[in-house]
Structure formats: C-alpha cells, structure tokens
C-alpha cells in the first residue's frame, strides 16, 4: 500500500464513523451544542468540511476558497460531509512520493511539509469527531462501534 494510499485509509477511517453517526442524528437535534457558544452538530459537520478542503487547497499550492453560508439543515451539513469525503479520499489518494516530498506556503505563508498538512487533516478529523461522539452521547443516540466500521 502506498504512503498517500495510507492517509486516505487514515482520513477514511475517522470520516466514515462520523458519517454513520451523523446518519443516527434526528434532523431536529441539528442545532444541539454541548455549551453555550460551542459549535453544533450542523456547524461541526460544516467546519470538518470546509477544513478539509482548505487543507487540500494548501496541499495544492492553491489559496483557499471563503467559507461557504452555514448549513440551514442537518441533511444538508450531513451533504457537504459526503461531498468533501469524496473530494479528499480521491486527492489524498492521488498523491505521489514526490508530492509527498513536497514543502508548501500553508497558513499565512509558512511552509510546511506536504506530510504535515495530511497528519493535521486526519487529527484534526478525530479531534471534532470526539466532539461529535460526546454531544451524540449528550442526547441519546449511541454512536456505532468501530467494529461495525473498520476493516482491520
């Protein structure tokens, strides 16, 4: 298996249990935050999406597109989750060894190692999908067991 063929997998493993617990969610528990202030189920499935493709853009060379207008339904956020997942399995898995190699202007300018960029793709996915599992938990639905998602 190749190394971008190991993100992907990575990146694949994280994106799937959210999207199979964002199945679970009631259309109507979309606006349900954790606390005051903290981002709910539609704007966490908006965040991931939207950064997902920001780091992808960086991954590129290219500047990031403006966020789009937040998500006015759950099955639209959920929508935007399939979409990016699509978009970022194909350009991870894309990648070369030499892409790989690869240092590019990120966050302002500062270069970083194309590697770097795909590391905080898939920790920043795990890190809002704790989230994500906690405030599902908050509200009554048990999110799916990772046996039930994972092909070891």
């Known amino acids: 298996m190749t190394r971008s063929a190991n993100y992907a997998r990575a990146f694949q493993m994280h994106r799937a249990a959210l ?26 499935a908006d965040h991931l999406s939207v950064s997902a493709t920001r780091f992808l853009s960086m991954i590129q060379g290219q500047t ?5 207008e937040p998500s006015q339904t759950l099955t639209e956020a959920r929508g935007r989750l ?3 997942n699509e978009l970022a399995l194909a350009a991870i898995s894309a990648l070369s060894e030499d892409d790989l190699a690869r240092r590019v202007p990120a966050f302002g300018g500062r270069e970083m190692p194309v590697t770097a960029l795909l590391d905080m793709i898939i920790t920043h996915e795990a890190h809002h999908k704790g989230q994500v599992w906690v405030m599902a938990r908050m509200i009554g639905v048990k999110p799916p067991m990772f046996a039930d998602i994972f092909q070891f």
Request: charged content about 20%; hydrophobic content about 40%; proline content about 12%.
């Open 19 to 44: 999207m199979d617990l964002y199945e679970q969610l009631p259309e109507d528990q979309g606006t349900f935050s954790a606390w005051e202030g903290g981002m709910n189920f539609m704007a966490q």
């Open 64 to 68: 990031p597109a403006p966020a789009p």
């Open 82 to 84: 399939w979409d990016t």
